[in-house]
């Protein structure tokens, strides 16, 4: 079990990620068609990143007891998979929040409902 600790803390992690995503009406709950092209794309980009680096013996599988040990490619961990989910997945939560904190989306949406406007009054 000790070997999947990192593979589980990312699914985890991916979850707190979605419900973030599900409360705020972030990334998939705003367009899931856009963010169905755009967060395998991000992923893509990094893997590829990751094979150039590994080609060019920039970057290297480390060794720990907390991975599972199950390789998608030379150097390449089945965990470097969810971990760039993550990040791009984080990535977009973080920008489309902060797009809407910059734009007043929030404030907006705070001032209607204390004011009872938005609740057919």
């Given at each position: ?112 409902a204390s004011t009872g406007e938005g609740a057919g009054g």
């Open positions: 079990m000790i070997g999947f600790s990192y593979l589980i803390a990312l699914a985890i992690s991916i979850t707190g990620m979605v419900l973030l995503d599900r409360r705020f009406g972030l990334f998939f709950w705003r367009d899931w068609r856009r963010a169905s092209v755009v967060l395998p794309l991000g992923v893509a980009f990094f893997l590829v990143w990751d094979v150039f680096g590994i080609a060019l013996g920039i970057f290297f599988r480390g060794q720990t007891e907390f991975m599972t040990g199950l390789l998608i490619g030379p150097e390449l961990p089945i965990e470097e998979v969810f971990f760039l989910t993550l990040l791009s997945y984080n990535t977009m939560n973080a920008y489309t929040a902060a797009v809407d904190l910059l734009g007043g989306r929030w404030s907006r949406r705070a001032s209607v």
